[in-house]
């Protein structure tokens, strides 16, 4: 059998995404069924698909829709879950996670996204595609869902860097603020500092200074600080992106998704537990399904690496199709905005809080 490869007609006006098929806990069938899913709702995505080619090659003939629109690229090892950062970063040449950040270090593809190894796939990504010019430590923004007007809130760092002194959560604030509005439109999105109160004189001295430091940034970054905001407001509506370190914020977000699974279970235990509440279940089913989507993390899969010369997008290692196809339409937003261009020059313009920003950067 021969490689698919990316024709013409793929080229022609189609945002490319390298993707590394072989990183997720599902195994490359999910992948490739998320990409299928994709481009049967966006004709105008592109993929180059890296991992064994033999499996790859039979699993996408089984999907005729990506028979025009994706290559394959042959990469014979793979990143596991247990594989140390640096182990991967001396020996992993020849795995797929090397070869899908390759493709966009080659300028091949505008996106790279992949469901493996953490650790690995950022190590990867600062040496391979390098920290964008100014920038101290990169960021890993997540979604979290909120009844805010666009569904959603993000919160940097999600766990990329553990440690973050105040200038770095000065740069999280002005990332988070370039990702709210060319994601989700948000033309003047409000940034609150994570903190273990709102009053002025709690926290560590560095989140003072933080808040300082992000104060001074918001007029000239058109965004309006909030100031110190709390847990219980990541899924509420005080602000659109929350800044914190990466400890803190990789602890919030897995607390946050283990209390969605115990809310599920729950529900499904209390609907179970008499036929009257059976009954009751039948009634509410469309109110559930619902609720359900509202807060099925994997329609809001994807963290995406800020602070790169590249845009990476981190999916959940267990996703399955529906999970892969939501970060494939994250990435391809990010693409088609010219996300990282806009930035760079963010936190170009940053670094000199005296100056206006130039005219038309977002």
């Known amino acids: 059998m021969t490689a698919i490869k990316v024709s013409s ?31 049967h709702k966006n004709p105008e995505i592109g993929f180059i698909l890296h991992g064994p080619k033999d499996q790859l090659e039979a699993l996408v003939a ?45 300028g091949e593809a505008t996106v790279c996204v992949s469901c493996g190894n953490t650790g690995a796939l950022m190590l ?29 809130n993000v919160m940097l760092d999600g766990g990329a860097d553990i440690r973050a002194d105040a200038k770095d959560l000065m740069q999280y604030a002005l990332m988070g603020v370039s990702y709210a509005r060319n ?18 004189h709690k926290g560590r001295a560095e989140l003072k200074e933080a808040s300082d430091l992000i104060a001074a940034n918001a007029r000239h970054a058109e965004f309006d600080f909030v100031g110190f905001v709390e847990g219980r407001d990541l899924p509420g509506d005080v602000c659109d992106v929350i800044v914190t370190d990466g400890f803190t914020g990789n602890v919030a977000l897995k607390t946050g998704e283990g209390t969605a699974s115990l809310i599920g279970d729950a529900l499904r235990d209390a609907f179970k537990h008499t036929i009257w509440s059976r ?3 039948v009634l509410a089913y469309t109110s559930m399904q619902r609720l359900k989507r509202k807060i099925d993390p994997r329609r809001m899969n994807g963290g995406v690496f800020l ?3 590249g845009i ?21 937003q990010l693409a088609q905005s010219g996300f990282s261009a806009k930035l760079a020059a963010r936190v170009a313009a940053a670094t000199m809080p005296n100056e206006e920003t130039e005219s038309g950067v977002k």
């Open 9 to 39: 007609k793929a080229d022609a006006g189609r945002t490319i995404i390298s993707v590394d098929a072989m990183g997720g806990d599902q195994g490359p069938a999910a992948v490739v069924a998320g990409l299928s899913h994709s481009a």
């Open 312 to 332: 990476v997008v981190k999916s959940h290692g267990s996703a399955d199709a529906t999970g892969v196809s939501a970060a494939v339409k994250l990435a391809f």
């Open 307 to 309: 602070g790169l010369n």
């Open 183 to 200: 994601g989700f439109g948000l033309a003047r999105p409000r940034v609150g500092l994570l903190n273990v109160g709102t009053e002025e």
């Open 279 to 281: 009954m009751a279940s």
């Open 62 to 106: 089984k999907r005729r829709n990506l028979a025009d629109c994706c290559e394959i690229r042959h990469a014979a090892e793979v990143v596991s879950m247990e594989d140390k950062p640096g182990h991967v970063m001396r020996n992993g040449k020849k795995t797929s996670m090397w070869s899908a950040l390759d493709s966009v270090r080659n």
């Open 124 to 152: 990867l990504s600062v040496v391979r595609l390098r920290k964008l010019q100014g920038i101290y430590r990169p960021a890993i923004a997540v979604l979290w869902p909120s009844p805010n007007p666009q569904g959603f």
